[in-house]
T-cell receptor
């Protein structure tokens, strides 16, 4: 069935390190893809989304490229800061959602950035 | 600006108890959603509703009921709380048919004794 896979459950970095969070998806066609970020005690908030295959999305220094060849949507940031510590969720629009925009989420990656 | 309000923020229940969680949004969004969040399992859809009085089951609907009383509100009922259950229930909303990313509330944290 359709799914979103995040293999990294936890990533620990130091400030100014390069961030790479892996995300792959499995479905038919070219769904809209999303990255959400969830800070402690808050609900998830949209970080970026990309609707068109092979396009790149960016926000707050984070980037993700929609690669239809490898069915991937990895998240990157050149230099992380302590305030980036949060859980990051990759998601795709469910093609069976009808007119609703229901999403299929990955299991999340907890990013801890040490000062 | 708009807001999604979930009540209560914290809910402590007893095994077997029926528990109701409420969600209100003032974005005038068409669709509302209930997701369950468990550590290591991500967000899983329980129910969603694309308009007032509509109800659609998600992958995790067993053990839950939902009600879309009006466009701005969507409630979720845990029909029989399970002992030692701990989870966060997240409400979200979005417009239809335009790939708009759902916006989330801050969640209700459930603990069952």
């Amino acid at each position: 069935g359709d799914s979103v896979i995040q293999m990294q459950g936890q990533v620990t970095l130091s400030e100014n390190d390069f961030l790479f969070i892996n995300c792959t998806y499995s479905t038919t066609g070219y769904p809209t893809l999303f990255w959400y970020v969830q800070y402690s005690g808050e609900g998830p908030q949209l970080l970026l989304q990309v609707t068109t295959a092979n396009n790149k999305g960016s926000s707050r220094g984070f980037e993700a490229t929609y690669d239809k060849g490898t069915t991937s949507f990895h998240l990157q940031k050149t230099s992380v800061q302590e305030i980036d510590s949060a859980v990051y969720y990759c998601a795709m629009r469910d093609r069976y959602g009808g007119s609703g925009n229901k999403l299929i989420f990955g299991t999340g990656t907890l990013l801890s950035v040490k000062p | 600006g708009g807001i999604i309000t979930q009540t209560p923020k914290f809910l402590i229940g007893q095994e077997g108890q029926k528990l109701t969680l409420k969600c209100q949004q003032n974005f005038n969004h068409d669709t509302m959603y209930w997701y369950r969040q468990d550590s290591g399992k991500g967000l899983r859809l329980i129910y969603y509703s694309i308009t007032e009085n509509d109800l659609q089951k998600g992958d995790l609907s067993e053990g839950y009921d939902a009600s879309r009383e009006k466009k701005s509100s969507f409630s979720l009922t845990v029909t029989s709380a399970q002992k030692n259950e701990m989870a966060v229930f997240l409400c979200a909303s979005s417009m239809n048919n335009n790939n708009q990313a759902p916006l989330f509330g801050e969640g209700t944290r459930l603990s069952v004794l």
